[in-house]
T-cell receptor, first 117, second 113 residues
Framework: DADVTQTPRNRITKTGKRIMLECSQT?????MYWYRQDPGLGLRLIYYSFDVKDINKGEISDGYSVSRQAQAKFSLSLESAIPNQTALYFC????????????????FGPGTRLTVL | DAKTTQPTSMDCAEGRAANLPCNHSTISGNEYVYWYRQIHSQGPQYIIHGLKNNETNEMASLIITEDRKSSTLILPHATLRDTAVYYCIVRVEGSSNTGKLIFGQGTTLQVKP
């Protein structure tokens, strides 16, 4: 079984609809992240969470919200989807705490392809 | 965080070593160099990281110049499955580190038969 799972894998929706993307992990990591990727570009950070009570905005948080329901679950919501939110969305996890390099070895899910018409 | 510069694309013959360069001339003393790759719209995959010394693991080797202003990722025997976008990222470690990764556009490596 995959360590980081995302649901749904593909979603087509209409402008103005509320959408929730879900991420679950079995790695026992404290830290979770949501990124989006547009065609031909690298990933951009939307939100990140260090633990259940710690949520932080990333580079491009406008139009998005998140919920960390448990250590293993981190959901991304689009309250009112718009076409320029059409993208590939990735969830990632990493281990918390000190240690050489442990912060930045992130483990990514398979991605959710979202299309907003 | 230091910015990185990578070539947009590279080709490599199957079975040969692939050498992917990265320039990070503004890197500071406490910043690590990380390499990730992304195979055709899959989630990025961690490859290797280093600070000063050269590093090797089962996937690749990382050569960092003495002045740390540039590095090279080496895939010793490239296969068709190594065709991917390779990202070089520099990040600071320490208590203030948020763990965020800043991805540039990377290098598209095409391994050819």
């Amino acid at each position: 079984d995959a360590d980081v799972t995302q649901t749904p894998r593909n979603r087509i929706t209409k402008t103005g609809k509320r959408i929730m993307l879900e991420c679950s992990q079995t790695k026992g990591h404290d830290r979770m992240y949501w990124y989006r990727q547009d065609p031909g570009l690298g990933l951009r950070l939307i939100y990140y969470s260090f633990d259940v009570k710690d949520i932080n905005k990333g580079e491009i948080s406008d139009g998005y919200s998140v919920s960390r329901q448990a250590q293993a679950k981190f959901s991304l919501s689009l309250e009112s989807a718009i076409p320029n939110q059409t993208a590939l969305y990735f969830c990632a996890t990493s281990q918390g705490g000190r240690g050489r390099g442990v912060y930045n070895e992130q483990f990514f899910g398979p991605g959710t392809r979202l299309t907003v018409l | 965080d230091a910015k990185t510069t990578q070539p947009t694309s590279m080709d490599c013959a199957e079975g040969r070593a692939a050498n992917l360069p990265c320039n990070h001339s503004t890197i500071s003393g406490n910043e690590y160099v990380y390499w990730y790759r992304q195979i055709h719209s899959q989630g990025p995959q961690y490859i290797i990281h280093g600070l000063k010394n050269n590093e090797t693991n089962e996937m690749a080797s990382l050569i960092i110049t003495e002045d740390r202003k540039s590095s090279t990722l080496i895939l010793p025997h490239a296969t068709l499955r190594d065709t991917a976008v390779y990202y070089c990222i520099v990040r600071v470690e320490g208590s203030s580190n948020t763990g965020k990764l800043i991805f540039g556009q990377g290098t598209t490596l095409q391994v050819k038969p």
